[in-house]
């Protein structure tokens, strides 16, 4: 049984005392301890290895008292499980030498033996929870097919990841075979990690603003759903579609219990498109962690005030931010603890 | 009198046999001209010669077939007539090594003689219209404040432009300052350009979607409606909050003659938000001109149905691709002329 079960309450739609609170990202980047690790293992070496990413993923709850864990991972472990080589230089971001563009290199994808080739994350995930001792619970995540897509037609970090739409628009089924693909190792991935003891998921379409919203329905929602279908039956599934206000409406009618919101839009409004129908996760602007912190305290509340404290986890509105001092980081969360008490 | 004049009349709001059509970035960028002279001048050169910006800003005229010009420039030259120096190095962008942060950044920047450094680009608009001699009309433009704030406080280009964000956040009272200051000048540079001849002006507003919908509020709405204020007793404006979907309702109010949406909302919602107010321009995903030819057809008369061909300006949803081939272009130019033909 765990002992802080907040965030589990709220996804279920169950009331609580106040809104349970965690940071996107909040395993590394910003924290001290995380920095002396980070100059010892280079990024993969930190990812599998499961005592370390292990020792990531506790700190924030240890170190800033966030009420739910998420694993210390990154959503191209998937096409690297199928395959693909990824790099990752620090300050640069991911890139990926050999872009998939072609039949043939969609071929050669291995689906079959990719969730095999993830064990490591399951052993980090047993190891993890062990190590949190039902103190709070343990979400696992993976990238939406869509925004995986971007990144192994472009090859690298963008802006706006033309090269990745024009492939949709100017090779659909190849599309349509590479993102199935994706989708398929996904449902894998995250059975085996729900199974292995995650107690929710998260699934980030970190690029899903990028598409107009009937591109955004056949290239990303239709892989997505194919996902939280699958793994909703087996644990609460949260979905963040960042940017893409027009598929808020859609998602909450699918069996997924949360729906993530980027900083851009006004909670109100996220909530009479969804009607309450699903709970909400957001909405932090990160930047705004790097304001006074009596300023972050105000503009917590009244995102809070936004929201409703009910039915609504609070987050950033996207990762938290290198830069942001540890002790803002925790002002936010406190802020979220005190609401209602002042 | 201008001989094709269907995006004055579609910024009127009168009717029109077709919609007008002119896509952002059409001078430059993808034509092979311009290429050429882009191998022989540097970029300020370009923009500062009026014998290349005007030879620049016809050639989609000539080549393509828009129905409007758009003057050949770009947005820094504001903030370096202001006195910031501005790099723009091929293929990485604009960068400005010196970046605003502070009162005496701001204190120094010259606003009093700003307008008159750019007597380069009002001899350039002068030249162009006796060029285009009344073909079809001219567009100015500038940057909204918040999107020069971005460059002026990041120093480069930047996804999300984590740092002018939380500088508006820990210092709005500098913020302030810097947008007024900006704002100023923009009036001043707007109005000399139509006094030297633009018949239409478009403010863009390209990093408009990094706000949420207060601080779009405060930090861009506020001194974009300035300029509109000032601008449109003159000429029609145009603005364009790219990412801003929040916004349009608001702007649909202003003295704002049209609005320009990006390919990320339904232009049928867009409809819907500003009720028949404002003309609307937009949205064609610009990845789509990559798209085989017949594939552009199609969705190029499917957008204009979404819209309507009355109060609507054919466009796309962001600025043309490099790596567009011209052929794709004239493809997106004619189906806009060919709609209601077949």
């Excluded at 620090?90 to 043939?104: A, D, L, M, N, V």
């Excluded at 899903?208 to 793994?231: H, M, T, W």
Aim: aromatic fraction near 8%.
């Amino acid at each position: 049984m765990l002992k802080n079960d907040l965030l589990l309450k709220a996804l279920r739609g169950e009331n609580v005392p106040r809104p349970p609170v965690w940071m996107m990202r909040q395993a590394g980047r910003y924290l001290p301890d995380y920095l002396k690790l980070k100059k010892k293992y280079d990024f993969f070496e930190r990812v599998q290895t499961p005592e370390l990413a292990t020792e990531i993923t506790v700190m924030p709850v240890h170190q800033i008292g966030v009420d739910a864990a998420i694993l210390f991972s990154d959503i191209l472990v998937v096409p690297q499980a199928m395959g693909v080589e990824v790099l990752m230089e620090e300050g640069k971001g991911p890139s990926i030498p050999k872009t998939i563009r072609t039949q043939k290199d969609i071929d050669k994808l291995n689906t079959t033996e990719a969730v095999d080739h993830l064990q490591y994350v399951m052993n980090a995930v047993k190891l993890t929870k062990q190590e949190l001792n039902d103190a709070v619970p343990l979400i696992g995540f993976a990238g939406a097919p869509w925004t995986l897509l971007c990144y192994l037609v472009e090859g690298k970090g963008s802006k706006t990841f033309d090269s990745a739409r024009a492939f949709c628009y100017a090779h659909p089924q190849l599309a349509d075979q590479l993102l199935q693909k994706i989708t398929d190792v996904t449902i894998g991935y995250l059975s085996a990690k729900v199974k292995a003891g995650v107690d929710a998921v998260q699934i980030f379409d970190s690029w899903a603003a990028l598409l107009g919203p009937d591109d955004y329905k056949r290239f990303s929602l239709n892989y997505i759903n194919q996902i939280v279908d699958a793994i909703a039956p087996l644990a609460p599934v949260i979905v963040f579609p960042k940017g893409a206000g027009h598929a808020l409406k859609e998602i909450s009618y699918t069996k997924a219990s949360a729906i993530g919101i980027d900083w851009c839009i006004d909670p109100k409004t996220v909530r009479e498109i969804t009607d309450n129908r699903v709970t909400l996760q957001g909405n932090f602007d990160p930047a705004k962690l790097l304001a006074p912190i009596p300023v972050i305290q105000k503009e917590v509340h009244q995102m809070i005030r936004s929201f409703g404290a009910q039915r609504y986890i609070a987050n950033l509105g996207h990762g938290i931010l290198p830069n942001v001092p540890a002790d803002h980081a925790k002002a936010f969360v406190d802020s979220v603890k005190s609401y209602g008490n002042g």
